[in-house]
């Protein structure tokens, strides 16, 4: 059974600093793995999806790299801001028996960027 | 990538009523997903629907508390049924984008409260 775990839960940092957060997969059987943010009761953003097949992915200051063999990923963030304060969530898409497909998510890491 | 409308944003309900919550996407898609968010965890997939067919529902999800439509291929409804406390959660709707290498798009989410 396919677990996402995201470490850390939480996070809080000084404005400018620059960050990691960790996701990490039981099975490396997946399709890809997808990076989302989400504001408090608010829906998903999605900020880099990594296929099985790619190594790294960068949109603006932010850098995420998969490594599928040891079931890992990282989402970099750049020159932190106020701004970036929001949840994080990877999510795995994973095969299922019926030729369909199923999205597992990470439990989140909130990240607290302070002026 | 699509656009999804969500609506309603939030509600409050009484508990042993239904709410029903719509999704509309830009473009014909053939799944939709519905996903539950429950306070400080982090989303857990009902059910696909698909158009044209009844809706799978993952473990733990039965039909009668959580009836789905699926009228066309741009549109999908979730009712959640007979509310009680324990139903109060972030719902979400998504749907993969197969020409963009499978990547997700959430809708906005609708926050309910049962009281």
């Known amino acids: 059974k396919q677990e996402v775990t995201q470490i850390p839960a939480a996070l809080s940092v000084p404005e400018g600093e620059n960050l990691v957060l960790n996701c990490s997969f039981t099975d490396s059987a997946i399709y890809n793995l997808q990076w989302f943010r989400q504001d408090p009761g608010k829906g998903l953003t999605s900020l880099l999806l990594?296929?099985?097949?790619?190594r790294e992915q960068t949109s603006g200051r932010l850098n995420a790299s998969l490594d599928k063999s040891s079931g890992r990923s990282t989402l970099y963030i750049a020159a932190s801001q106020p701004g970036d304060s929001a949840t994080y969530l990877c999510a795995v898409l994973i095969p299922r028996m019926d030729s369909s497909y199923k999205l597992i998510f990470g439990s989140g890491t909130r990240l607290l960027v302070r002026p | 990538s699509a656009v999804i409308s969500q609506k309603p944003s939030r509600d409050i309900c009484q508990r042993g009523t239904s709410l029903t919550i719509q999704c509309q996407v830009d473009s014909q898609v053939t799944m939709m997903f519905w996903y539950r968010q429950q306070p400080g965890q982090s989303l857990t997939l009902i059910a696909t629907a698909n158009q044209g067919s009844e809706a799978t529902y993952e473990s733990g999800f039965v039909i009668d508390k959580f009836p789905i439509s699926r009228p066309n291929l741009t549109f999908s409804t979730l009712t959640v049924s007979n509310m009680s406390p324990e139903d109060s959660s972030i719902y979400l709707c998504s749907v993969v984008h197969r020409l963009n290498n499978y990547g997700y798009t959430f809708g906005s989410g609708t926050r309910l409260t049962v009281v």
């Open positions: 990594i296929q099985s097949s790619q």
